[in-house]
């Protein structure tokens, strides 16, 4: 198993790979959703905005993560973490953990101090991630779960002290992502 950053030439394979795990887990509509996001994330978001990983086992991708830009206050190096996916073959092993490790170990070293996603917050926890009130932390567009909104610092400031509007790269700016 290997954890590497992903090339603009594995952009089908991930896509594919979202399509069918968001697919599988949840329907058919929701896998074309995502796997559009994927596709717009990667395809309209600067490299600077942009960090992406995968997974490998051999050949295969099995696993795949992004993060984008998110400004919550000015001279603060903020990511959003979505999506992520792992192969319905490799769920349940811990690879999903050890990617958003791998990823978050990464960040940590380019200087990103802060990640923010939106996700199951008692798996999420597993890997660093606390719930935060949207009314500190106001998200991009309006949560239908609201529960869901999780970040962590990757630095010693705590994200409690972190505050403000959010604003994310264009390809997260539909409603129906939130």
Request: charged fraction near 20%; glycine fraction near 10%.
């Amino acid at each position: 198993m290997i954890f590497r950053r992903f090339t603009a030439d594995e952009t089908a394979p991930i896509v594919s790979l979202v399509r069918e795990v968001f697919g599988s887990s949840e329907g058919e509509a929701e896998g074309e959703l995502i796997g559009k996001l994927t596709s717009d994330l990667i395809s309209g978001t600067s490299e600077t905005d942009l960090h992406g990983f995968v997974a490998t086992d051999g050949a295969r991708i099995i696993g795949a993560i992004l993060f984008t830009r998110i400004t919550i206050r000015e001279n603060t190096e903020s990511f959003i973490m979505a999506p992520v996916a792992v192969h319905c073959d490799y769920q349940g092993k811990g690879i999903g953990q050890r990617l958003i490790r791998h990823g978050l170990d990464t960040l940590r070293k380019e200087t990103v101090q802060f990640v923010i996603s939106y996700g199951d917050p008692n798996y999420y926890s597993k890997v660093g991630f606390q719930q935060i009130s949207p009314e500190v932390i106001r998200p991009p567009l309006k949560l239908s779960l609201p529960h869901g909104w999780i970040g962590q610092s990757l630095t010693d400031e705590s994200i409690d002290k972190l505050s403000g509007d959010c604003i994310c790269v264009e390809a997260l700016s539909d409603p129906a992502y939130w």
